[in-house]
Each structure stands twice: as structure tokens, then as C-alpha cells.
């Protein structure tokens, strides 16, 4: 059982390293609890697989789904993808929270290596596999539809990126069911992951996963960049976008810059590991230090790659919901830019403790500290937003009012920890998780949350249930409290983080609280996935095909729902800021739903199956590299790049859409428009809501 | 243990704020951490602790009042207060809402560089000649050598009361962080590496020192006392170490430097002269095999 298998074909792989052998060798609750959810993988596809075969959407999957280029559905699969994900790393996070709230002079029921993973898997899906694919899906969606675009600027590089991404995700779900992934945290930290130290493949998933998905948010990043530069509809000038595409914005750019150094770290501990250098090893020359630098030189802009599209939601949400005018447009535009530029020069606070001097530490701790203020003032035009106007206590915004006052909780102890005499105290202990979860729970998940909810309609055309959402809603927000303000008082007392075994007894009681708040998140997952089946079920009375459920400002709320493949049948043209809305409450000499003059053909770009083909190949090749079965890396390296070469190639890759066939579809679209009833924002959450707002 | 050094808890000292804090969570978790500061350096860090907490109060005060009562009044069913869709600037609350806080970061500002500089791991502190001690971490134990008396421990660090402490620390193995919260912050120990930390203990007493950063499987298990002694116990304590029969050079070592979990203090009577320097010059442990690839390294300051 301890020697590879057959290793010209096989690699290193051993009998051992399947879950399933382990726990028949050693049925252990820790290799029990690694076998059922190696097995929960294997028999999950399969249950999918006979599904899609049973009713025969295979085709229907491949070819509407998987192969499109349309930044809608690529941006639907992004979000798939990020909640599939979600369910694992948030279970994971149970399973650790119950290790630790039990293993109190005990060792537990997970063995030490088998808790090093989960907090090694959860970090980095949460990151890499949840965040980064939720929050590149919704501008995928969205931003196209809010500038008057029709896609993406290169939409066969948008399918890439899905696929690189989900490749690596793909390599993330393969550690369970082969081999074990690495213990050495989200960050990856050599000399620890290094061949000297862990030899196994652990480490090699995690370079690989990360790097795939690292390359296919640099190419997100260059694509939602360049689609805001040059695909604006006409007249719409920078300042006249909405918030949310500037916030995507500087996200884009800020993936242009960060992502590059991250890849550069995982490439460079692929050479240590593969090649035998020593870019970070304790000898001949390696230097760990320069791995801490590179890596939170991307690590520190991820923060706010993470937290500015939720921010631009937030900006969205509370004009929308408030009735109102955003305040401060130009403050927010301002904010966030210096935020971007900003969060390029505090890295070293990841490090305060690596002995550097005292000056040094102090820069970057002020530096950290001036990022408070953008970010503040950003909380206030938010809240000044509400000032004066009507507040509707919808879904998205009961999100976007925990945010704002849960996250600034998060800011309080950030500014502690920007100052390095405070860090030195608190570093590596659980004060800092519950830092970071305090500023990402808030600034992303409830972000990414409100944003599903305030588009879903968009994209398929009917709302969300309320009553689920808000329970889903009250367990986020009750759940996290619980969960993550002990871990404040146990930081405090010293605790370190990723510690699988505790020796206090004193920190019973406050475990016993976060371990139940664990549980209350576990029960916000599951009703998010209830409420998605009841809103299913109920679609017909939730519909609101005339396209506007919630009177919307911006562009998108002016098409159907869901809109055409092309968008807008006529490019709309733009001459400021909230355009819909003040064509809808006569502010603007033009009518909202004014009916063109003439439609012409639009040209689209046709469906492409090489997108899907270098993502699969890719994480193949990476299988192979992981396990040392040179072939596949080989082989697999060689059919990615074959697809690429062919592609490179191909000439028609373009379909037209008549115009006669695009007027039809409006027109259609538009009758259903004036069959609407138009209702008052008292009504919006309810079935009388059609999706046409009262002017 | 734990419920006697609560009695010793400085409740008059640090003012009602931390009295409160720590007789309501006294002999329990909060107990453990620099709350219950007993050093002047973790004194000094609890200090600016509270007085940035105090200002932030300011800051996060009005977010949280603010937020829910302009939701609250302004939500659509008050048909009491005033409702201007189109009112979206105004260069008070513009004011308002970038010049405090910047004031505040400020004076944050002039806090953390003279805190920073004050309290910087590096920089002695102020008193008698400090106690030397070499520091090794190793998976998954601490080494402690005193250069001075030409004794080691492992797992047991003993300081006198009231002695700055200096200590210089190196890992035989990968990155760890030494954290002893109740006497003062936490600094790295990297292989090839040395870096510095200065302590002091004002108080007699046993404090828990550990490592923070994750380095495998015995890391939970990682953690050593800091044995605080008055003067008198102090050399005692150094009388017994003399004693013991064992001793460490670098024929030994690498059975020393072996992955394993100490669960008793180990006392070395002899250690061989320069043996930090043999280990930074090695960074043992970087290789499997246990043999040291040639070409001797010169020791990396990480400053």
C-alpha cells in the first residue's frame, strides 16, 4: 500500500492516497470524515451526470451553457461555480470550528494533518474558488448590460478565463478524492511547502490550483478593463458610469497589477519544488522573505480586488432603495481610485514581525491606516445617500445596512492591527481571523449576497423569494457574530490561529459560541439553496418579465428580463448619470421605453468550445505535473495549446442576427410591456410586482 | 496555577476599564493575553491598546448610530420627514466627512511612530545589562541556550524578575513566530535568519510562550513557560540546569533537532560554545537527509 502503483504510468500515486483505502485501513473518525467527502465528490458527479442523461440535456448544457461566449451566461457559470464551492469551504469551516470546540485536552476527532487541510482548502477556495469567480461573475453580467454593451471586449478570452478558473477548482475538488492537499495555510508559506518539509503532493495542488486561477483572473482583469474603455454606449462618458462599473474597474486594474506577482510566487516554489532550486529554501541562497514580499504584493490589493465590487454594489443598492440620488458621486469615484492606488503600498503590514526596522513598520502601518479614510468616507456617502430619501427594507439593502455597520467593526480592529506594537501582540492568533472575516464577510460575501439578489431578475427573469431571503439573511448576519466575535476575545487571550488542539479550558465557553455560530452559517447556506428552489417553484407569480422590479436607475433595468443575447436591440445613447430613471420620472425630455426607429443586423460572436478545452487541459496537465505522471502533464500541455493554435486559426467565428429577427423579439417584448400593471415601490415585494415601475 | 496568578492581577494599576475587563474575564480566557500584561513591554503595547481603542469609539460611533436611525426615519412608510430625490452633494457634509477623519488617522499617526519606536522588538530596554538568550525554534520545540552560563533548556525559558531580557532568534527549520503574550509581542524565527526580541517580566510568575506560526503537526502541541523568578530562585533555577547531566554539541544535535513534541522541560548542563552560530550558519533541518549541502552560508541579518 506504500509504494506507487505503477509509476511510469501512475506517477507517485499509492493505493494509500485514496481516501477510501485509508479509511478501510484505518477507520478513524478524521479518515471517515476524508472518505465520505472524497465519496460525496465521486457520487455527486455521477448523480449529475445520470440526471443530465435522464432528461437528455446533455446538448442543451453544452452548447446554451458550457461552449457560450454571451458575458451573461458566462457570468451565471461564474457564480454557479463560486456557490458550489461556497457549500464546501463553509463546511469545512464547521468541521474545524467542531474540531476545535472539542478538542479541548482531547485530540479531537481530526487528526493534526487532516485539520492543516481544511484550513488550507477553506483559505484558499474561499479566495481563489468563492470570492474571486462570484465577484468576476457579476461584473461579467452586469457591467456589460449597465454601459449599453453587447459583451464583453473579447469574449472568447472570457471563456478562457472561466475555464482556467474553473480548472483550478476542478484541482481543488480532485484532492479530495486523490492524494491529500497541502497543510501550509492559503498563503502557502515555504520553507514549510517545500520539498524538505512536505514532500507530498499537498503542496503541488495548491500551486497549481492557484496558479490556474490566478492566470484566469489576470485575463478577467485585462477583459473588464478594456470593455469599460471601449465599449461605452455613446455619450457615456466616465463620470457619467454608474458606481458599480467603477468599482469594477479598479478592480480590473487592480487584477492587472496583483495577480502577475502571485503567479511569479507559485512559479518560482514550482521551480524549488520540481527543479530543485532554491529561490525560497532555508539554504544556498534561498530567501523565504522575498515568497512573504511577492506574495502580499498580490495579497494585500486581493483585499480590495475582493471588497470594491461589493462596494460598488453597495452604491447601486442603497441609491435604488433609498429612492434616491447617490450622494457624493464624485467623493465615491475619488475614494475608490485612492483606495486602488493605496492598497499597493501597505503589504508589509502581513509581516510587521519579520524583524525589519521600526521605521519601516511605521510607514506601512500609516500608510494602512490612510486607506481608513477613502474607506470611510465611502460608509458615509452611503449613509447620506439614505438621508432625505425613502428606504425599502428589500433584501439587497437589509444586506447593504449589516454591512455598513458590521464592517466598520471590522475597520476598528483593522487600525489596531495597523499599528505594529498591537500586531506584534495579536499577529498569527485568532484576533486576526476574526479581523479578515469581519472586513470579508461583510465586504464581500454580503456584497456578492445583495448583488444576487438585486440581480437575479435581471438574469432570469423572476425574483427571489423574500421570506427566505430574509431568513437567509438574518442567519448570515446572527451567524457571523456568533462565529467570529469570540474569536476576537480568544485572540486576545493569545490563542493562534490554525491550532487543532487547545489546552485552556478557559476558552471553552467562547469556542462553544463560535462553534454554534458555525452552525447558524451552516443553516444561512442551506436556506439560500431552499429559498432558490421555492423561488423556482413559484416562478410564474414571481415573474417580472416587463424587466424593472425595483424602479432601477441604470441601463440594465431598461431591457427585458432575462434580455436577449444581444442585450439591446438598439444601442441605447447616453447623456448622464441615471439615465432610466429620469427618463422613467419625466426628469428627461425622452420616454423610457421609447421604441426605435430602425433595428439593424448584430453581429455576435458564435459559440466556442475551445474555452472549455484549454481550462480541462490545463488542470489536466496540472494533474499530471501534481502526480509526476509526466505523460499527462505532456499530453495534456500539448491539447490545451492545440486548442489555442486552432482557434487562433478559425475564421468564422462570427454569427450575424437579422434585423427583422431582432425587431420581432422586441416588439414581442414590448407588447408584453404594455400589458404590465405598473405598480408603487409600497407594492415591489409582492406578486403584483411585474416589473414595471409606477412613474 | 491559573487561579493564582489572578490574585496577582494588577486590577488597581491599569484603571477601571481593565479592572473590569479582567475581574469579569480574570481566571478565565482574556487572562492568558496581554490584557493581563506582567511586563513593561506588553504594559506599554495594553496601554496603546486602550487608547486607540477610546478614539475609535469615535470613529465607529457614528456609523453605528447614524446607519440605523436615517434607515429608520427615512424608510418609505414615514410620510413625516422630507424626501429630496435629486439632493446629492453638499460641501459641509463633504467636509464633514473627509477633514475628522483624516484628522484622526493624524493623530493615529504621531501615535503608532512614537509607539512603534518605543516598543520595536529591537531595541533594548532600559535597566540593568540584559540576560542573553539564543533561541532555536525547532519543530515542534523551543531551544533555549544561555550563551553566558553555557546551559540550555528546552521547553523552559527561567528569567529573573525585573532583568531586561535580550533574546536572539534563529530556526533550525522552517519559519516560526515566538509569542510570549503576557510579557510581550511575537517575532519571527527564520532559518539562515536572526532576529531580536526584548523582554522584561515585572512580576513573578509562570507565562505561557508559544509558537503562532503553523508548522505541522505537533505545532498545537509547541509551547513552553516562561518561569518569572525573583532573584534568589532565579539562580537556583540556574544551579539545577548546571546540574544536569546532559550535555549538547553537535554530535547530538541532530537528534535534538529531530520532528517531535517535548511534553517535559528538557535541561541541558553543557552546551558547546557557538552552537547558535554552527546552526545559522547551517540552517539545519533544510534538508531531508539530514546531511548540510557544502558551502557554509554567512549569517543573513534580517535587518
Given at each position: ?64 451553457w ?5 458575458h451573461k451566461k458566462i457570468g451565471i457559470l461564474y457564480i454557479a461555480l463560486a456557490f458550489v464551492m461556497l457549500s464546501r469551504a463553509l463546511v469545512e469551516a464547521v468541521l474545524m470550528r ?23 482548502t477553506h483559505g484558499s477556495i474561499m479566495i481563489f474558488f468563492m470570492a474571486m469567480p462570484f465577484l468576476t461573475g457579476l461584473i461579467n453580467f452586469v457591467m456589460p448590460l449597465q ?14 478565463a472561466l475555464?482556467?478558473t474553473a480548472?483550478g477548482a476542478?484541482?481543488m475538488m ?12 492559503w ?26 486561477g490566478?492566470?484566469g483572473s489576470?485575463?478577467a482583469g485585462?477583459?473588464i ?17 454608474p458606481l458599480f462599473c467603477w468599482t469594477s474597474l479598479c478592480t480590473a486594474?487592480l487584477m ?46 486581493e483585499v480590495y480586488i475582493l471588497i470594491l465590487p461589493a462596494f460598488g454594489v453597495y452604491s447601486e443598492v442603497v441609491s435604488t432603495f433609498s429612492t434616491k440620488?447617490l ?5 465615491l469615484?475619488?475614494a475608490t481610485?485612492?483606495i ?35 474607506t470611510?468616507?465611502k460608509i458615509y456617502d452611503w449613509i447620506?445617500t439614505m438621508?432625505?430619501g425613502?428606504v425599502r427594507f428589500t433584501v439587497p439593502m437589509l444586506y447593504a445596512l449589516a454591512f455598513m455597520m458590521t464592517f466598520v467593526l471590522g475597520g476598528f480592529t483593522g ?18 481571523v476574526a479581523h479578515f472575516h469581519n472586513m470579508l464577510i461583510p465586504g464581500l460575501l454580503y456584497g456578492m449576497l445583495a448583488g444576487y439578489h438585486y440581480w437575479f431578475p435581471k438574469a432570469f427573469g423572476f425574483r427571489l423569494d423574500e421570506k427566505w431571503g430574509r431568513i437567509a439573511f438574518t442567519c448570515w448576519v446572527v451567524g457571523f457574530y456568533l462565529a467570529f466575535m469570540?474569536l ?26 463560535a462553534m454554534a455560530g458555525a452552525g447558524v452559517l451552516f443553516c444561512a447556506l442551506g436556506s439560500l439553496f431552499v429559498q432558490l428552489v421555492v423561488s423556482i417553484r413559484n416562478r410564474?407569480a414571481l415573474r417580472v418579465?416587463?424587466g424593472d422590479p425595483w424602479d432601477g436607475r441604470t441601463l440594465e433595468w431598461?431591457?427585458?428580463s432575462p434580455p ?117 415601490r409600497?407594492?415591489e415585494m409582492t406578486t403584483?410586482n411585474?416589473g414595471?415601475?409606477?412613474? | ?62 456609523v453605528l448610530?447614524?446607519t440605523p436611525?436615517f434607515a429608520w426615519?427615512?424608510r418609505l ?227
Amino acid at each position: 500500500m506504500n509504494t506507487p502503483v505503477w509509476p511510469l504510468l501512475l506517477g507517485r500515486f499509492e493505493w494509500r492516497d485514496l481516501p477510501f483505502v485509508r479509511a478501510i485501513l484505518d477507520p478513524s473518525a478524521s479518515n471517515l470524515v476524508g472518505a465520505f467527502a472524497g465519496g460525496l465528490v465521486v457520487v455527486g458527479a455521477i448523480v449529475v451526470a445520470l440526471v443530465l442523461t435522464r432528461y437528455g440535456k446533455w446538448r442543451y448544457l453544452w452548447s446554451e451553457w458550457l461552449t457560450s461566449l454571451d458575458h451573461k451566461k458566462i457570468g451565471i457559470l461564474y457564480i454557479a461555480l463560486a456557490f458550489v464551492m461556497l457549500s464546501r469551504a463553509l463546511v469545512e469551516a464547521v468541521l474545524m470550528r467542531g474540531q476545535q470546540a472539542v478538542a479541548i485536552n482531547t485530540p479531537g476527532f481530526l487528526t493534526p494533518d487532516h485539520f492543516g487541510e481544511l484550513f488550507s482548502t477553506h483559505g484558499s477556495i474561499m479566495i481563489f474558488f468563492m470570492a474571486m469567480p462570484f465577484l468576476t461573475g457579476l461584473i461579467n453580467f452586469v457591467m456589460p448590460l449597465q454601459i449599453g454593451a453587447r459583451d464583453m471586449a473579447f469574449p472568447w478570452a472570457n471563456s478562457v478565463a472561466l475555464w482556467l478558473t474553473a480548472g483550478g477548482a476542478g484541482l481543488m475538488m480532485a484532492s479530495l478524492i486523490v492524494g491529500q492537499f497541502s497543510t501550509g495555510g492559503w498563503t502557502g508559506y515555504p520553507p514549510f511547502t517545500e520539498v524538505a518539509f512536505s514532500p507530498d503532493v499537498g503542496p503541488d495542488y495548491w500551486i497549481w490550483a492557484v496558479s490556474l486561477g490566478s492566470i484566469g483572473s489576470t485575463m478577467a482583469g485585462i477583459n473588464i478593463a478594456c470593455t469599460l474603455y471601449k465599449q461605452r454606449a455613446p455619450g457615456m462618458a466616465f463620470m457619467a458610469m454608474p458606481l458599480f462599473c467603477w468599482t469594477s474597474l479598479c478592480t480590473a486594474i487592480l487584477m492587472i497589477f496583483a495577480m502577475p506577482p502571485l503567479t511569479v510566487a507559485t512559479a518560482l516554489l514550482a521551480l524549488d519544488r520540481y527543479l530543485g532550486f532554491h529561490m525560497f529554501t532555508n539554504d544556498l541562497g534561498g530567501n523565504m522573505m522575498n515568497y512573504a514580499n511577492l506574495f502580499w504584493l498580490f495579497g494585500h490589493p486581493e483585499v480590495y480586488i475582493l471588497i470594491l465590487p461589493a462596494f460598488g454594489v453597495y452604491s447601486e443598492v442603497v441609491s435604488t432603495f433609498s429612492t434616491k440620488e447617490l450622494y457624493g458621486y464624485t467623493s465615491l469615484v475619488l475614494a475608490t481610485m485612492v483606495i486602488a492606488v493605496l492598497s499597493f503600498t501597505v503589504w508589509v503590514h502581513h509581516f510587521f514581525t519579520m524583524g525589519q526596522s521600526a521605521n519601516l513598520n511605521a510607514v506601512f502601518g500609516i500608510a494602512t491606516m490612510t486607506i481608513g479614510v477613502p474607506t470611510g468616507v465611502k460608509i458615509y456617502d452611503w449613509i447620506w445617500t439614505m438621508f432625505r430619501g425613502e428606504v425599502r427594507f428589500t433584501v439587497p439593502m437589509l444586506y447593504a445596512l449589516a454591512f455598513m455597520m458590521t464592517f466598520v467593526l471590522g475597520g476598528f480592529t483593522g487600525i489596531l492591527l495597523a499599528m505594529p506594537p498591537l500586531d506584534y501582540l495579536v499577529h498569527n492568533t485568532l484576533f486576526l481571523v476574526a479581523h479578515f472575516h469581519n472586513m470579508l464577510i461583510p465586504g464581500l460575501l454580503y456584497g456578492m449576497l445583495a448583488g444576487y439578489h438585486y440581480w437575479f431578475p435581471k438574469a432570469f427573469g423572476f425574483r427571489l423569494d423574500e421570506k427566505w431571503g430574509r431568513i437567509a439573511f438574518t442567519c448570515w448576519v446572527v451567524g457571523f457574530y456568533l462565529a467570529f466575535m469570540p474569536l476576537y476575545v480568544l485572540g486576545a487571550s493569545g490563542m493562534a490561529r490554525r491550532t487543532h488542539e487547545i489546552f485552556d479550558p478557559s476558552f471553552r465557553p467562547w469556542l462553544y459560541v463560535a462553534m454554534a455560530g458555525a452552525g447558524v452559517l451552516f443553516c444561512a447556506l442551506g436556506s439560500l439553496f431552499v429559498q432558490l428552489v421555492v423561488s423556482i417553484r413559484n416562478r410564474d407569480a414571481l415573474r417580472v418579465f416587463a424587466g424593472d422590479p425595483w424602479d432601477g436607475r441604470t441601463l440594465e433595468w431598461s431591457i427585458a428580463s432575462p434580455p436577449p443575447e444581444y442585450n439591446f436591440a438598439v444601442v441605447p445613447n447616453v447623456d448622464g448619470r441615471d439615465i432610466f430613471y429620469r427618463r422613467k420620472h419625466a426628469e428627461h425630455q425622452a420616454p423610457p421605453y421609447a421604441e426605435p426607429y430602425a433595428y439593424e443586423d448584430i453581429v455576435m460572436p458564435r459559440n466556442s468550445a475551445s474555452g472549455v478545452a484549454i481550462g480541462v487541459f490545463a488542470a489536466v496537465s496540472a494533474f499530471g505535473l501534481i502526480w509526476h505522471m509526466w505523460w499527462l502533464g505532456v499530453a495534456g500541455a500539448v491539447v490545451g495549446i492545440a486548442a489555442l493554435v486552432t482557434r487562433s486559426f478559425g475564421r468564422d467565428q462570427h454569427r450575424i442576427l437579422l434585423a427583422a429577427d431582432v425587431a420581432r423579439e422586441d416588439r414581442r417584448w414590448r407588447a408584453a410591456l404594455a400589458e404590465a400593471r405598473s405598480i408603487s415601490r409600497h407594492t415591489e415585494m409582492t406578486t403584483a410586482n411585474q416589473g414595471l415601475a409606477e412613474r | 496555577m491559573i487561579r493564582r496568578e489572578c490574585m496577582r492581577l494588577p486590577v488597581a494599576r491599569w484603571g477601571v476599564s481593565v479592572g473590569l475587563l479582567v475581574a469579569l474575564g480574570g481566571c478565565s480566557a482574556l487572562g492568558h493575553g496581554f490584557l493581563a500584561a506582567a511586563g513593561p513591554v506588553a504594559t506599554h503595547e495594553r496601554h496603546l491598546f486602550l487608547i486607540v481603542s477610546a478614539i475609535l469609539v469615535f470613529v465607529a460611533g457614528p456609523v453605528l448610530l447614524l446607519t440605523p436611525l436615517f434607515a429608520w426615519h427615512y424608510r418609505l412608510g414615514n410620510a413625516d420627514d422630507a424626501y429630496r430625490p435629486n439632493w446629492n452633494f453638499s460641501w459641509w457634509v463633504e467636509a464633514l466627512i473627509w477633514i475628522p477623519p483624516i484628522g484622526i488617522v493624524v493623530v493615529l499617526a504621531v501615535l503608532l511612530w512614537t509607539w512603534t519606536h518605543i516598543d520595536d522588538p529591537y531595541r533594548k530596554l532600559p535597566g540593568a545589562a540584559p540576560i542573553e538568550i539564543e533561541a532555536i525554534a525547532l519543530d515542534w520545540k523551543w531551544l533555549f541556550i544561555y550563551p553566558d552560563e553555557g546551559i540550555a533548556t528546552i521547553n523552559q525559558l527561567a528569567i529573573p524578575v525585573g532583568r531586561p531580557v535580550h533574546i536572539r532568534l534563529t530556526s533550525a527549520t522552517v519559519m516560526q513566530s515566538m509569542l510570549i503574550p503576557r510579557l510581550a509581542g511575537q517575532i519571527y524565527a527564520m532559518g539562515g535568519m536572526t532576529t531580536e526580541l526584548n523582554l522584561a517580566a515585572s512580576r513573578p510568575g509562570q507565562y505561557l510562550g508559544k509558537n503562532t506560526q503553523y508548522n505541522g503537526a505537533g505545532f498545537a502541541r509547541e509551547r513552553f513557560t516562561v518561569l518569572a523568578l525573583p532573584g534568589a530562585g532565579y539562580q537556583a533555577w540556574l544551579g539545577r540546569v548546571h546540574a544536569a547531566p546532559r550535555m549538547l554539541d553537535q554530535t547530538n544535535w541532530s537528534a535534538v533537532a529531530q520532528r517531535s513534541v517535548a511534553p517535559q522541560p528538557v535541561f541541558f548542563g553543557t552546551v558547546q560554545p557557538g552552537l547558535f552560530a554552527h546552526v545559522l550558519a547551517k540552517t539545519g533541518g533544510s534538508d531531508s537527509a539530514g546531511t548540510m549541502h557544502g558551502m557554509p552560508m554567512t549569517a543573513k541579518d534580517a535587518r
